[in-house]
């Protein structure tokens, strides 16, 4: 269990291992979890990119590199490879990026905890 002033998230429940003897849940449930423990919209930070998009020619024009400042607007999909991808805005556009590519600050924000255990979940899975 983690707890923020905000927020007291019990991990092993969304994880499946509740003691309910589900097995670890898949994106889809995360979405719906999500959906139901964080408030949007929020600011959020690029912090990672799970492809080498940065590193290609034309990156520096390209909307939602890392550490780029955004707005996350909502849920959008689930992807098999990606996860939960998100629909946010920045500098007045709108486009999708996965969810465990962003964090938020600070840590007494209330979308802290939710994007950080999901985050944390996705690259351990």
Request: no cysteine.
């Amino acid at each position: 269990m983690l707890h923020s002033s905000n927020v007291t998230v019990h991990l092993a429940s969304v994880r499946g291992r509740g003691g309910d003897g589900s097995s670890p849940v898949s994106s889809a449930k995360w979405m719906t979890w999500l959906a139901e423990n964080w408030v949007v919209p929020f600011p959020a930070t690029r912090e990672e990119d799970m492809d080498d998009a940065d590193l290609k020619q034309g990156a520096a024009t390209r909307l939602f590199q890392v550490g780029h400042n955004l707005e996350v607007l909502g849920l959008e999909v689930e992807d098999e490879t990606k996860g939960v991808i998100v629909k946010a805005k920045a500098k007045g556009q709108i486009g999708q990026l996965p969810l465990a590519d962003l964090e938020v600050q600070p840590k007494t924000d209330r979308n802290y905890w939710p994007v950080r255990e999901y985050s944390v979940w996705f690259a351990n899975r």
